[in-house]
């Protein structure tokens, strides 16, 4: 059974920065892409950001285009997202994910099925 297991998180002020980082252990890994999810308390889990593993193509949403940067390593099944220019907004649990990502994109949260169990990220004011 395959597993992802995420590091990183903490407590940040705002406009500092934070790395997070996600491993695929377990039985044979195959799908697509990995990405990010967060979820802010009182919202529905939202799509962050995500890399395909073959041709390294990569997608993110508005809120954190410019300051989010997703990397992947697929011979170590491995993902980091590092956030710069962090926001009170930004605050929520981050959600390592694997999928299989559709030729239209990568930004639904159907296209994933594995999950990992979250790390919370805290931005202050």
């Known amino acids: 059974q395959v597993q992802l297991v995420e590091s990183g998180g903490g407590w940040v002020q705002a406009g500092d920065s934070l790395g997070l980082s996600c491993t695929a252990s377990?039985?044979?890994?195959?799908?697509?892409?990995m990405g990010w999810f967060r979820q802010a308390p009182g919202k529905e889990r939202e799509f962050v950001a995500a890399?395909?593993?073959?041709?390294?193509?990569?997608y993110y949403a508005d809120s954190v285009k410019g300051r989010f940067t997703i990397s992947g390593d697929s011979a170590r099944n491995t993902v980091e997202l590092r956030m710069n220019s962090l926001k009170p907004e930004d605050t929520g649990v981050y959600y390592c994910?694997?999928?299989?990502?559709?030729?239209?994109?990568?930004?639904?949260?159907?296209?994933?099925?594995?999950w990992g169990q979250g790390t919370q990220v805290t931005v202050s004011s």
């Open positions: 377990g039985r044979t890994f195959s799908r697509n892409a």
């Open positions: 890399v395909r593993w073959r041709s390294g193509t990569t």
């Open positions: 994910a694997a999928g299989f990502c559709s030729v239209y994109g990568c930004y639904g949260r159907a296209e994933y099925d594995i």
